[in-house]
């Protein structure tokens, strides 16, 4: 199933041109990163299961703010209200007009930039690594969609999917074009089992599918070794994955350009952007297959 931005024409009026991908940020590797990159490297290629844990930081290279630290939504426009889900069920009719034409500054601006992002050299060289059969799975916050456009197979969205629509009770999930979006007749109702549907993206005091949930865990489960991106690793339940894997006596690598709350827990800590340090670890990862070959 292709999938393109196009369906977020709906509610947006972006034209996106090439021009709008940021530039790549300027990254240099010190020998120290080479020697880390290269016993990481190690680690994977002897791991049972590699699980790669994403965020908000692996998608600022594409052009959409993080939403904490300098720069993050949240940092610009204050946190949201945390009862969007409460309010969704309370009134879905009055949640859809506000999706179709959203009044939040932050819902605009982040509408627009996920209208024209692209996945980035992070998101292709995972892709890349599931592959050549390096990462079994990525479980990602982000809700995007780049890891799916960037072909991620085995990939878990636990924040849902901002392309997306889901039944709230029978919990399928649509294309946009797949269900009649009629402004006078809201909320829009699942073909299936005529319950209200919504966006796939899961609201602040929603609970998380549990279906993708218990996916998560069983990856997360079965994980020696996790790849912790581009995240501050503060909100809840991802959060938790990498200290499971730790738990349970496995390696989690934390990449990101600055330390986090989760840092002094991580068994090795890469510092830089995440394309460049990604696209690092997929060369010699097929540098290391190629002479265990
Ligand atoms: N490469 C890697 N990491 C980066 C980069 C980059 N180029 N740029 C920034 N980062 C890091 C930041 O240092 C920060 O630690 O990405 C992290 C982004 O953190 P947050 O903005 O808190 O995003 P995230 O952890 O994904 O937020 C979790 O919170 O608001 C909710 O639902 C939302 O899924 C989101 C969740």
């Given at each position: 199933?292709?999938?393109?931005?196009?369906?977020?024409?709906?509610t947006t009026?972006?034209e996106?041109t090439?021009?709008?991908?940021?530039?790549?940020?300027?990254?240099?590797?010190?020998?120290?990163?080479?020697a880390?990159?290269?016993?990481?490297?190690?680690?994977?290629?002897t791991?049972?299961?590699?699980?790669?844990?994403?965020g908000a930081?692996?998608?600022?290279e594409?052009g959409?703010?993080?939403?904490?630290?300098?720069?993050?939504?949240?940092?610009?426009?204050?946190?949201?209200?945390?009862?969007?889900?409460?309010?969704?069920?309370?009134?879905?009719a009055?949640?859809?007009?506000?999706?179709?034409?959203?009044?939040?500054?932050?819902?605009?601006?982040?509408?627009?930039?996920?209208?024209?992002?692209?996945?980035?050299?992070?998101?292709?060289a995972l892709?890349?690594?599931?592959?050549?059969?390096?990462?079994?799975?990525v479980?990602?916050?982000?809700?995007?969609?780049?890891h799916?456009?960037?072909?991620?197979?085995?990939l878990?969205?636990?924040?849902?999917?901002?392309?997306?629509?889901?039944?709230?009770?029978?919990?399928?999930?649509?294309?946009?074009?797949?269900?009649?979006?009629?402004?006078?007749?809201?909320?829009?109702?699942?073909?299936?089992c005529?319950?209200v549907?919504?966006?796939?993206?899961?609201?602040?005091?929603?609970?998380?599918?549990?279906?993708?949930?218990?996916?998560?865990y069983?990856?997360?489960?079965?994980s020696?070794?996790?790849?912790?991106?581009?995240?501050?690793?503060?909100?809840?339940?991802?959060?938790?994955?990498?200290?499971?894997?730790?738990?349970?006596?496995?390696?989690v690598?934390?990449?990101?350009?600055?330390?986090?709350?989760?840092?002094t827990?991580a068994?090795?800590?890469?510092?830089?952007?995440?394309?460049?340090?990604?696209?690092?670890?997929?060369?010699?990862s097929?540098?290391?297959?190629?002479a265990?070959?």
């Open positions: 199933m292709k999938r393109v931005a196009a369906a977020v024409a709906v009026t972006t996106c090439d021009a709008m991908a940021p530039p790549p940020p300027e990254f240099e590797l010190s020998s120290n990163l080479e880390d990159l290269a016993r990481v490297v190690r680690q994977l290629s791991a049972r299961h590699v699980v790669a844990l994403t930081g692996l998608s600022v594409s959409i703010p993080p939403f904490r630290g300098p720069g993050g939504l949240w940092t610009k426009y204050g946190e949201p209200p945390m009862d969007g889900y409460r309010r969704f069920v309370e009134d879905p009055a949640a859809w007009r506000e999706r179709l034409s959203p009044r939040a500054e932050w819902a605009r601006a982040l509408r627009d930039t996920l209208a024209c992002a692209r996945p980035n050299a992070g998101h292709l892709a890349e690594l599931e592959r050549i059969g390096v990462l079994g799975c479980i990602t916050q982000n809700i995007d969609d780049l799916a456009q960037a072909g991620s197979r085995n878990l969205e636990i924040h849902g999917n901002h392309h997306l629509l889901r039944c709230l009770d029978c919990v399928r999930r649509f294309e946009p074009d797949a269900i009649e979006i009629d402004p006078d007749r809201l909320p829009p109702r699942c073909p299936d005529g319950g549907v919504k966006g796939d993206t899961v609201q602040f005091g929603e609970p998380i599918p549990a279906d993708v949930l218990r996916r998560c069983s990856e997360v489960e079965r020696d070794c996790m790849l912790v991106i581009g995240t501050s690793a503060t909100v809840y339940p991802a959060a938790d994955f990498p200290m499971e894997v730790l738990r349970r006596g496995g390696r690598v934390e990449v990101n350009p600055t330390a986090t709350e989760f840092t827990s068994t090795d800590s890469l510092r830089g952007p995440a394309g460049a340090l990604l696209s690092h670890l997929l060369d010699l097929k540098r290391e297959a190629g265990a070959a």
